[in-house]
């Protein structure tokens, strides 16, 4: 179930230099929604988020959450808003703990009881992590590092979510884990935002879907539509 809209981008323009990475992205984003976006390497998938997240600056075109204007807030203050970023690659501390790298995650809050809280879901969500606590992120497995990392953007408390491409690099079982993981997350009511190569996976967790080719939205709609579609079926799942 999805609320009203809670993210919407438009007319978003991004470049690196002289080159245009994103050339007047729109899209939105429900509240407790999930929805993905799939495309080729290079399409722009990651600088959508990172301009989202202020990790990369907009040239123009408008970032809205909650029906304020983010464009151009810092990505500690866009994380103070409520949107955290899971970023490609995990981006772990390596050689601070399992409980440092969590602790990283709530650095924008104060409310010691909260993030207690917060700590006890995460290591609910991620029994592995509450074993592996104390040591060092970077002695974990590839799919642990990958829980952590979503462990670490859940204690921020965010509303919603960017997950850039979550199953790079995991072996097929540990996909499996991590989508479900994440599919959970947006039951309890976390909105989702997730960028993923898997198109197929995605497109089967995901309520709705953009396609993004060289900066551009080609195609939108339902994700189980969006699956069905010819075009999408030759491009990205091997039909």
């Known amino acids: 179930m999805s609320g009203g809209t809670l993210l919407a981008l438009e007319g978003l323009v991004a470049r690196y230099g002289a ?13 407790a929604e999930f929805v993905c976006l799939i495309g080729a390497n290079g399409a722009g998938k990651s600088t959508t988020l990172k301009a989202i997240s202020g990790l990369v600056p907009a040239a123009s075109g408008r970032i809205r959450f909650d029906r304020q204007d983010i464009h151009g807030l810092s990505p500690q203050e866009i994380l103070r808003r409520g949107i955290a970023h899971c970023p490609e690659g995990r981006r772990v501390f390596p050689y601070m703990t399992v409980d440092e790298n969590l602790a990283m995650g709530a650095y924008v809050r104060t409310d010691a ?40 953007a859940l204690m921020a408390r965010p509303r919603l979510i960017l997950f850039d491409e979550p199953s790079l690099g995991l072996a097929p079982t540990v996909v499996e884990t991590v989508f479900g993981i994440i599919a959970g997350i947006q039951r ?39 699956a069905d579609d010819e075009h999408v079926k030759k491009a990205y799942l091997g039909g």
């Open 113 to 152: 009881a909260g993030i207690a809280a917060d700590l006890d879901r995460v290591f609910a969500h991620f029994p592995i992590l509450a074993e592996r606590r104390r040591q060092p992120a970077g002695t974990l497995s590839g799919g642990e590092q990958q829980m952590l990392a979503i462990g670490r």
């Open 188 to 226: 309890e009511g976390t909105t989702v935002l997730m960028v993923e190569q898997n198109a197929y996976m995605a497109l089967q967790l995901a309520s709705r879907a953009y396609v993004l080719e060289t900066g551009r939205i080609v195609l939108e709609g339902p994700a189980r539509a969006l």
């Open 19 to 31: 080159v245009t990475a994103l050339a007047g992205v729109s899209l939105t984003v429900d509240a």
